[in-house]
């Protein structure tokens, strides 16, 4: 009999965790066989920890809670989930009902008919605005050009994993510096890509600001790419042929010094600018070792309900 572990990050989505796990449940009865939804608390401040409690409580047999000691990020939840997960096929999913429950028997479908990872591709999300769309977009043509690694444009964070595919990002891939969902396009399986559009937010709003999403696409560059390393190379030889052609120009200007003072300024500005970017983007590659070299772990458990529940299936397994 096949197991379904539905993976969700929660993160203060107190006003809509109720809809979601009615609606889920709900999807989750219809198919054969047994479920799970295990949710990950990362650290709400708000009433979402209770509810959870209370959920757990009622639906002994399908609900598990794993609450972190702090916030600790999207990335770390869904690794949690990953870890703790005992399911034969892994769905990861948002709180907020972007990512339509309704899609779950779909998703089935393709793991019978011989899939071993399902990525669900955004067609198309008219809550996000026009500026975040076209800066998702930009990002997936900027990381795709950058990197040996191919994400499907408009790739989320919902998607689905057989057991042997969750195994290998269980084992293999424990960077303290996350990408879910890159991960799951880099390790090869038989895959299938399923197109949805995102509905709106149940309640709430996005919880990722303008810093954190220049944050998360820097971290993903530095993980799945060493061509920023590369740019001391290329603004080298462009400062080396920039020189050249200034020395060029000293020879065979007649009248003593060269009259372009101000072309003189703006070069070396041009270069020491380009030099602080080399090294800022060395400083991010740094950093990043650092983190890894530390090697603190990626989440703290604070608290679990039903665990007994969650050991004996992992036993099992």
């Known amino acids: 009999m096949e197991q379904v572990s539905v993976i969700v990050s929660v993160y203060n989505e107190e006003q809509g965790l109720e809809q979601f796990y009615r609606e889920t449940k709900g999807w989750l009865e219809k198919l054969p066989g047994d479920y799970e939804i295990l949710f990950v608390d990362d650290g709400s401040s708000d009433g979402s920890g209770e509810i959870l409690r209370r959920l757990a409580e009622e639906d002994r047999d399908h609900v598990r809670v794993i609450a972190f000691s702090r916030n600790f990020g999207h990335e770390a939840a869904m690794?949690?989930?990953?870890?703790?997960?005992?399911?034969?096929?892994?769905?990861?999913?948002?709180?907020?009902?972007?990512?339509?429950?309704?899609?779950?028997?779909?998703?089935?479908?393709?793991?019978?008919?011989?899939?071993?990872?399902?990525?669900?591709?955004r067609t198309e999300n008219r809550t996000a605005g026009l500026i975040k769309n076209i800066t998702s977009d930009a990002f997936y043509r900027l990381i795709n050009r950058?990197?040996?690694?191919?994400?499907?444009?408009?790739?989320?964070?919902?998607?689905?994993?057989?057991?042997?595919?969750a195994e290998v990002l269980r084992r293999n891939y424990r960077e303290k510096v996350r990408f879910l969902r890159g991960y799951v396009q880099n390790i090869g399986f038989r895959k299938a890509a399923l197109p949805y559009e995102a509905a709106p937010r149940v309640a709430g709003k996005s919880h990722y600001s303008l810093r954190k999403l220049w944050r998360f696409s820097v971290d993903t560059i530095i993980c799945f790419s060493n061509l920023p390393l590369k740019l001391g190379i290329y603004a080298g030889l462009f400062s080396a042929l920039l020189g050249v052609i200034l020395i060029l120009y000293t020879l065979f200007t007649r009248g003593g010094a060269p009259s372009g003072y101000a072309t003189i300024v703006i070069l070396l500005c041009f270069m020491f600018a380009m030099l602080f970017v080399v090294v800022g983007i060395i400083g991010e590659y740094i950093?990043?070792?650092?983190?890894?070299?530390?090697?603190?772990?990626?989440?703290?458990?604070?608290d679990m309900q039903n665990r007994k529940e969650l050991s004996e299936k992992r036993k099992e397994d």
């Open 287 to 302: 950093s990043v070792i650092f983190s890894e070299l530390k090697d603190r772990p990626i989440y703290i458990i604070k």
């Open 79 to 121: 690794t949690a989930g990953l870890d703790y997960a005992a399911g034969d096929y892994l769905i990861f999913m948002d709180a907020d009902l972007q990512h339509p429950p309704a899609c779950i028997p779909e998703i089935m479908e393709q793991f019978r008919e011989g899939c071993e990872i399902v990525s669900m591709v």
């Open 146 to 165: 950058m990197s040996d690694m191919h994400l499907e444009p408009g790739a989320s964070d919902f998607f689905a994993l057989d057991r042997r595919a």
